[in-house]
């Protein structure tokens, strides 16, 4: 790629991932210590109609996710404010809607818990005061109601940001100096925060728009002590208020507002051989997929009889820590249900219902919001626990094994068919001097049609093996995968210094000869990176080797792509490798260049019209299609395959191709992808010395 006088091009399938957003404030208070806080723009007592904060919308890609500098991602059931995207003013409802413009909501909102000991005990400061009115939060900008920037390395805001990580990245600055209460409903107060352990937080957020990583936003967080105090025993986490259900903004739904969750913690890979790869995914979904009359509802209608909008929600949605350095150490899985009926011995009371392996931590008690009290929240933050799915809650129960704490019978049955309300990732006891930091980075990752049967929900709660097994994690894994790839490129040397990770072989064909197997072809894959995290997209394919002579009156340039057209794609795990550009110009500036010569395979984009939108459009879905393989999908005659008729390009959007088992439904129309330049000294002056010999693989 350095060469002058060429430059390789290639085509790589992404999905959207590129969000960046950064929160932090600079705080120096001492732990439990009352001091005067840094001066900030309000009054103590002045009341407000807006909230004292910021919020952006990333909506970049197929998951449109809110962030804000309050240290919450979503957006609170607590608020009945009218709230806007500080870019654009649209107001939004909902904290995360997967797919985009789908009306199906996965996410209440997300908090940051930072927790510390004090003189007076566990303090645990947080973005959201969940039923604690009216306090709403321990976290604010240092300046209310600060701000939220945004910036990326393409052209969608402007010129491209040289300090862009993605294509849209959100950036900034949040810390607990300083809380905020309601005195009302509608009003805002902002207030000294009287427990702040001096703590500020640079929060970034990545997403971006390529296929293959269009489901999922990256997040950073860095954590530092602004204060002058050692913090001992300092816990953080992620509390998960999750949702999954169809958004309906004036009128009732339909979608019953009920959750299954779970650690989903590795997955078989799809190089074979019997490797796995592992996720640690915190997922959550709705448990039955909402089926409508025995099927599946992608779109949403109207239930007359019920006077309610009904529409499946078949998805799942889940938080993946990323970086599990020393620094951070290992994460701790949790999950409660706060509104179940419980069976006593006087009787069915209102209550609580966690897992627990510790004698002195009951599994069902009578009601009490165990995240509204700093003592359980801590307790919380500090167990050191990977709960069970919330579909074995029936059979944990019923056995005997002694492992968790034992719960009627009854009562976990209920919790096992959906009635989860909290989930908590968390990471600890850390200890944190003057100025020191921990990251917390991790993805929030969507996932499609984990329901595939509408009947798997009646296995609940007697057969949860069968039901895990009616599960399809499969895009969910996909997507956590690309995620993980992206933070941390496998077999990317990141800091030089000779390790790039770590990789796999699987033997495909192998030979005996004398008394020993002999591998006759075997693959290699590079499955993890070096730890050092990259937040980069996929690569181009290596460059060719390159030979320039001088002719008459010209340049000869030869060059041999054997690599270029073979070596894998590390998301795609398969060769990417599009075509070549040939630049001349007399130095390497871009503006310098001009090209000489172009060779393109011959390839087409599909675009399907997705009826399943509240506004139907057409959408590129799969990565580009050969000649041939269109001609076998759609080709008109008896064999479609051998129809040399059948031109892809005779289908347009004005003119579509309409399936003729679905006419109404598959609607298709195909354009080329780049030029298809593809005839060698024909549609390109680009020749081959071999045309005709066989791919040597």
Known sequence: M?????????????????????????????????????????????????????????????????????????????????????????????????PRSSRRTYLNALDLWIAGQTRLGPTVNSGVAYENFPQEGDMLALAPPGSITRRSITEQFGQPDPGAVSEEDLICDYGDSLMVTRPVESQFRVSDNPNSLGLAVHQESYA??????????????????????????VFAGLHIAPAASLIS???????????????????????????????????????????????????????????????????????????LSEQVGPFHYNWWADVVSVETDTGWIVGSFEPSRDPA????????????????????????????????????????????????????????????????????????SPGAEIPLIFAIVGGENLHVDPNNYLNLPHRPDLYEAGLDFSDLDKNALVARWIYDNPGVDTDDDGYFGEFRVCVRDSVLVGDQWVAQKADTQWYKG???????????????????????????????????????????QKPDFE???????????????????????????????????EEPEWQLTNEPFSKDELRCLYGLTADPCNDSTFDPLVFTQMSPYRHPMYPNDSLFWFKPHDYNASTYGISTPITKTYPDMPDPR
């Not at 085509?11 to 001492?30: G, K, M, N």
């Not at 509204?372 to 074995?392: G, T």
């Not at 310098?592 to 395979?601: G, I, W």
């Open 579 to 613: 075509g070549y550009r040939v630049y001349i110009g007399r130095d390497e500036r871009v503006a310098s260049l001009s090209v000489a010569a172009s060779y393109d395979l011959e390839d087409y984009d599909k675009y399907r019209y997705n009826l399943s939108l």
């Open 208 to 233: 971006w728009s390529m296929g293959y990583a269009e489901d999922f936003v990256i997040v950073q967080m860095r954590v530092r002590n602004d204060g002058n105090r050692w913090l001992k025993n």
């Open 2 to 98: 350095s060469h002058p006088l060429y430059f390789l091009r290639v085509f790589v399938r992404v999905s959207i991932f590129a969000t960046l957003i950064l929160c932090t404030s600079a705080v120096d208070l001492a732990i439990a210590e009352l001091r005067t806080p840094p001066p900030h723009a309000l009054s103590p007592n002045e009341v407000l109609e807006d909230p004292p904060w910021r919020a952006g919308i990333h909506s970049i890609n197929e998951m449109t996710l809110v962030i804000t500098n309050r240290g919450v991602i979503g957006k609170p059931t607590t608020g009945y404010w009218e709230e806007r995207d500080v870019f654009t003013g649209d107001v939004f409802r909902d904290g995360l809607v997967f």
């Open 249 to 323: 903004i004036y009128l009732p739904s339909c979608t019953p507002n009920k959750l299954v969750c779970g650690l989903h913690r590795e997955t078989p890979a799809s190089f074979g051989c019997n490797h796995t790869d592992t996720l640690n995914i915190a997922w959550h979904a709705n448990p039955s997929g909402s089926p409508y009359r025995g099927g599946w509802l992608e779109g949403r209608i109207w239930d007359q009889a019920n006077e309610c909008h009904w529409g499946s929600v078949r998805g799942a949605v889940g938080v993946m820590p990323l970086d």
């Open 530 to 572: 070096d730890g050092i995290p990259d937040f980069r997209g996929a690569l181009p394919p290596p460059a060719p080797y390159v030979w320039v002579t001088p002719v008459h009156n010209g340049l000869h340039v030869r060059f041999n792509g054997q690599v270029s057209e073979t070596e894998k794609d590390i998301f795609l």
């Open 361 to 432: 931590v009951p599994t069902c008690v009578p009601w009490y919001e165990p995240i509204d009290r700093d003592d359980e929240r801590y307790r919380l933050l500090s167990n050191e626990e990977y709960d069970y799915p919330v579909y074995m809650a029936g059979v944990v129960a019923a056995s005997d094994n002694g492992d968790w704490n034992r719960a009627p019978i009854s009562t976990a049955n209920l919790v096992a068919m959906g009635e989860v309300t909290g989930e908590l990732l968390s990471w600890g006891p850390f200890g944190l």
